[in-house]
């Protein structure tokens, strides 16, 4: 597991430990708590009674990183992950795989560092860099039918935290992608409303998300990133 080591953040209050390692630690916490582990290992004794954190490697990348791409994290043969900082919640990282297979970008829920309009854009200016030339970039995204600008009632903070649709489609075009895949779609696909926010214009659908990516400029393959999707490179 590769992430980033432990982040002591204060801003806003209280202080609080964003800690990839305590995840990790704890993910099976409820299983252990409730026996169900346990019950598993009497059944199986291969299986392992102190549950799956002990199975698992921890590659915690300590902070900060540089500014530019190509640092490497982690690295088998020719395969290696590259990480660079980006903007959402203390210790938050992008990453890149490079294998004889194709380039895949992870950007997460990145953001631009200017928190809220007059900026360029809301996409973010590390995952950029890192993308530069990548067959794929996989990015989180939120559509415009929640823009204030649109009516909606969704909350501006967290609308301007993350990526647009449009905004992802010109990084893409700009870095010379070619595979956009959207995840961690805001609002979800045929979703009447995303938590108490009703969607203006009723559910969106798949085509939705994609014009909005094409409105950006770009002109490469666009995916919307429903379950189990994936993309198979020549």
Partial sequence: MVCSADVTASKPPPGRTMS???????????FIESGEIAQR????????????????????????????PGHIVWQDGDVRVSAIASVHIPGHLSYRVDSPAGSVVIGGDAGNRIAKPPRANSTSETVELLAKNADVLVHSVIHPVFSPDAGSKFPPIPYYR?????????????????????????????????GPFLIPSGPLEKAD?????????????????TDLFTIRLP
């Fill in 41 to 68: 290992a009497l059944e199986n004794k291969k299986r392992n009674p102190e549950g799956p954190a002990t199975m698992a490697r921890l590659n915690a990348v300590e902070l900060p990183l540089p500014n530019q």
């Fill in 209 to 225: 998300f994609e014009s909005a990516a094409k409105s950006g400029g770009f002109t490469g393959q666009i995916h919307v990133g």
């Fill in 162 to 194: 993350q990526s647009t649709a449009g905004d992802l489609g010109a990084m893409a075009q700009r870095a010379g992608v070619k595979h956009l895949m959207l995840t961690h779609l805001i609002p979800a696909i045929d979703s009447e409303s995303h």
């Fill in 20 to 30: 990839c390692a305590g995840y990790l630690n704890h993910s099976a916490d409820a």
